[in-house]
């Protein structure tokens, strides 16, 4: 800012900042979009929108996850489009299979969204299955839209891959990423989509017509963290291990809470549905009564019915309050449940 960067940039971006993104994305993710292929959007929400209105016409279907993100349904509904549901389990991790988005597809089918790591649930999708997932997408002739904003942040030796960076899926991949969870910007406003080139135009004309031009501070800003040192990625990854390991053990000590750990992202997605299927309520109650938030599952689609996103990017200390408090709560109300 005190430099005078404080002024319009190109529509797409800063030209450095979307060179040091291709740069990445070809590196680390072995994807090669050219540089001309990399538009900067206003944080991924703008990104979410300005892909459907791109893509989506009236009575087209898209295959996502239930639980799903709520800004997809949200602007595919928007579109006049129908999100197309495929469940995600804890017995599988909570992948999206390949088998329920052979049976989810119809002649109506025109994407399939991909959410790795996976908010709510930190289900982190595996090579074998966006492998078979590819296959469809080809088969069929489908767009998929690859959010991977949670990239760096994944557990237990997991792996992250794009599914652009498979054979023939370059050309059918609109991969969506940002700098709000890698490096704890999301008050920036700052992501990136990376685009096939025959959609490249169409999505930069609506992004234009939408924001003009992402904010040019936010873009500096972006420029230097990604081109900078990488070791506070690595640390903050490291601290949200730790807190992983804690919060699943924590759940596990209160009586009839069933929770998997999570492969990725920060959230935990435990299942209260022993104490009540009224996530919402639950969720109300505990902000009334115990002064703890939570996210109700439901909010993510039926299947979170019964279940709470807990948010583990609090201290170690909060978590622990927070969790002691829900404890407290649950046996205040369901002693039985205690005995």
Excluded at 13 to 20: C, K
Excluded at 162 to 189: C, D, H, V
Excluded at 243 to 271: C, M, Q, T
Aim: overall charge neutral; some cysteine.
């Amino acid at each position: 800012m005190q430099s005078g960067k404080t002024h319009y940039t190109p529509d797409s971006g800063i030209v450095e900042l979307r060179e040091a993104i291709a740069k990445k994305l070809r590196l680390e993710n072995n994807l090669n979009y050219s540089v001309d292929d990399i538009t900067v959007v206003s944080g991924s929400q703008e990104g979410i929108s300005v892909v459907t209105q791109a893509l989506l016409n009236h009575g087209d279907e898209v295959i996502l996850s239930d639980p799903y993100y709520p800004s997809y349904t949200q602007n595919i509904w928007l579109r006049g489009a129908k999100p197309v549901f495929v469940p995600l389990r804890a017995e599988n991790g909570f992948q999206m299979m390949a088998e329920d988005v052979e049976k989810a597809v119809t002649d109506k089918t025109k994407a399939i969204v991909i959410v790795s790591p996976n908010n709510p649930t930190g289900g982190v999708q595996s090579l074998e299955q966006l492998k078979a997932i590819a296959e469809i997408a080809i088969k069929h002739d489908l767009v998929v839209i690859s959010d991977e904003i949670y990239e760096y942040i994944v557990y237990d030796g997991q792996t992250h891959h794009s599914i652009g960076s498979l054979p023939g899926m370059l050309e059918r991949t609109i991969t969506q990423n940002g700098f709000s969870k890698s490096y704890a910007m999301t008050g920036w406003r700052i992501g990136y989509l990376a685009t096939p080139r025959e959609l490249t135009p169409k999505i930069q004309e609506i992004h234009r017509a939408t924001v003009i031009c992402p904010p040019s501070v936010s873009q500096y800003a972006a420029l230097a963290a990604i081109t900078g040192p990488q070791d506070s990625v690595r640390r903050m990854v490291d601290e949200f291990s730790r807190r992983r390991e804690f919060i699943v053990k924590r759940l596990r000590e209160i009586p009839h809470v069933n929770v998997a750990a999570p492969s990725g992202a920060f959230y935990a997605f435990p299942d209260f549905s022993d104490y009540t299927n009224d996530d919402k309520a639950l969720a109300k109650n505990l902000i009334k009564h115990a002064h703890v938030v939570t996210v109700h599952g439901s909010g993510f689609g039926e299947l979170g019915r019964g279940h709470l996103r807990i948010s583990f990017a609090a201290s170690l200390s909060k978590l622990e309050e927070g969790l002691n408090r829900i404890e407290d709560y649950l046996r205040k109300n369901w002693p039985e449940k205690f005995t």
